[in-house]
């Protein structure tokens, strides 16, 4: 028993250990695309976008077709980043759940709740006539008074 659990102390910490690994290797990755130490990988192929104004024979440029295929690399490397983050900080919340004790205590035992019908309608039963005693009682009492 004692080495199942010390087997799953070894994989929590594992687990923690590439948590953490994915987080820091997210954040640099990061870092280094947007201060411009590494170029993001080039997925997208975009063309100029140009607009053409009615009575004019040249079109002028909106927006560079580099320029949006860096504005969408570096938007898609970041939405990676942070889904890369995300999975880290689950894995090493999953290594932390396995590392840490689960103690429980029971303060009271539960008592056993009562599904048989005729034992509930025997104890109806042996309630009624003492209420009916006490009842009497106080109307002995009120004739007596009278």
Do not use: C
Request: charged content about 25%; overall charge neutral.
């Amino acid at each position: 028993m004692k080495l199942k659990m010390k087997d799953e102390k070894v994989v929590g910490y594992v687990l923690l250990a590439i948590g953490i690994a994915m987080i820091f290797f997210s954040v640099y990755q990061m870092v280094q695309v947007f201060t411009g130490a590494s170029p993001p990988p080039n997925l997208f192929n975009f063309s100029d976008i140009r607009l053409t104004m009615p009575g004019e024979t040249e079109s002028s440029l909106l927006i560079s077709g580099e320029e949006l295929n860096k504005l969408a690399a570096m938007v898609f490397w970041y939405m990676l980043m942070f889904f890369i983050m995300y999975a880290g900080g689950k894995i090493a919340s999953l290594g932390v759940n396995m590392i840490r004790e689960i103690k429980v205590e029971v303060k009271e035992p539960m008592e056993k709740p009562e599904t048989d019908v005729s034992s509930q309608r025997n104890k109806n039963q042996q309630k009624e006539p003492q209420k009916s005693k006490e009842a009497r009682g106080v109307n002995d009492k009120n004739q007596n008074e009278s």
